[in-house]
């Protein structure tokens, strides 16, 4: 989850939270990152 003054600051932050998600699923050893669902 993220919060923002901006759009532009929300959308820095949705990527830094993208990438920071991503790295904790690759080193935790899983290495398959899962694919988006639609629920």
């Known amino acids: 989850m993220t919060h923002s003054k ?3 600051e929300g ?3 949705i990527e830094e939270a993208r990438k920071l998600w991503i ?3 690759y080193f935790s ?3 398959d990152i ?3 669902s639609k629920r």
């Open 6 to 8: 901006t759009l532009e």
């Open 11 to 13: 959308m820095i932050n």
């Open 23 to 25: 790295e904790t699923v």
């Open 29 to 31: 050893d899983k290495k």
């Open 34 to 36: 899962p694919m988006f």
